[in-house]
């Protein structure tokens, strides 16, 4: 199916352009106006609604060439955004800008043995800080994101991670922030949309799976963010590779997730899960590993592949971004992973000509992984009412 020309829809062009400015972070017009096949005068009207509507401002910059533009058009500072994050270890909540950069941050220790009653109650305080945040500076919000690890992709009810009624948690939000657009995602859709609007020389601009292995292993569609199901939630980490294996809190034993989830890595390492949270990104250096746990790493790696593999088989892509625990490793360990992806049959890096890729964790820097998600929001209805429907 050939892409259109151009956005059909008023809606859609002004998606694109700024869906194009958050993943760039600011563009001259003449590559803008290629970027969203647009004529540079079309380009220009839709530019002046946006400036006055306070969602760009164009700033001077030095020009890139003899002759060339001197107007960055970027977006505008002043739009501010509420981020709400679940994870294992607290609620975050927080107010920033499309940009990334955060004004106010909270965060809730979550329970030892989470309930959906204590998370429901956690919830409510979260957000009774962020309204009396928002209110005691007369700040208007532009959106909501919340992220919650385990969202399935076409209920709000089921999260089997941790224990929460979504349908409360969303009944709670409108009535505090009644005018606020307001969405929900899984984590993993989350941190793909941090790292393809926050990560520097983030490597794939096209249509990729992002792989997220974490607490729970998942991945992400990435597809053109001006399509309506731009991020697509995979639940790839409940592969059963053997029967006999761990347990798993899906229910069955020896999934994927059971051997390369974090808690499966601190019981390998011989630490607590807490212990390995408390040191992030430097366990890599602070737990000496022997040789007969790095071999048991590379083969949990190398199953961790496979579940990729089949993920590809499934819906072909050019590209796989993998963040979480294995991208601190050396190449050497991470390599089982790529090796676990070439055994699949029907693809494999050769036949598929798949592009793998590493990208750092971005675990622990909650809520900015809400906040993007936030951001892609707004940017991807045109920054339009969430009702409306206006076509060109």
Known sequence: MEMPEQPRSRRQTRAAILTHLLQSGGSFRPPLAKAVRLSEPSLSRILFDLKTEGLIEEVRRPAPYVGGPTGLVTLD???????VELTAQWLSVGVGGLSGELHYTERLPLPKAPTVETVGRMFREALTLLRDWTRRRR????????????LGRLTVSGNPIIPCDVGRISGMTEQMFADVPLEFTNSVVAHATFHR???QNYPFSGTHLFVFVSHGVAGAWMDDPAEADAL?????????????GPPCRCGHHGCVEAFTSLPALAELLGVSEAELLQLGSEWVHAIPRSTRVRQELRRRLFRLGLAIGNTLNVKP?????????PSLLSDDDRNAVVEGIDACLLGGRTLAQVSIAFVPPSTGNDPQAAL??????LASRGGMPATSTEAA
Do not use: K
């Open 77 to 83: 500072s002043s739009v501010t955004l509420a981020a």
């Open 232 to 244: 697509q939630p995979v639940e790839l980490g409940h592969m059963v590779f053997g029967p006999e």
């Open 139 to 150: 700040i208007t919000l532009s959106q909501i994101g919340i992220s919650i690890p385990g």
């Open 317 to 325: 892509c050019g590209g796989v971004a993998i963040s979480g625990w």
């Open 372 to 377: 993007a998600f936030a951001a892609f929001c």
């Open 197 to 199: 609007c926050r990560t």
